[in-house]
């Protein structure tokens, strides 16, 4: 079995150059399915990576590398990652 959360946060860790296990954490089931099916909210980073969480995002979101056989599609929803798997 794929273990979503885990996945997400190793890509966002080698990025962010902080702990997975820490990123794992932060990753949310949204309650509307529409916003998709995990949620990277990066406001949690901006004091740590001392930036905005929107640039947070934006970095994520042009540099993340993510198996597309497991993530269907990545967005960019103002500060948070939405992450829809396959």
Known sequence: ?????QEIAKSIAKITNIEAKELE???EVP???KKGDYAFPCFRLAKELKKAPQQIANEIGEKIE???NIIDK???M?????FLSK
Not at 1 to 5: D, E, R, Y
């Open 74 to 76: 990545i967005e960019v």
């Open 66 to 68: 993510i198996d597309k």
């Open 78 to 82: 103002r500060r948070i990652y939405k």
């Open 1 to 5: 079995m794929i273990k979503f959360k």
């Open 25 to 27: 954490c932060y990753i």
């Open 31 to 33: 309650k509307d399915l």
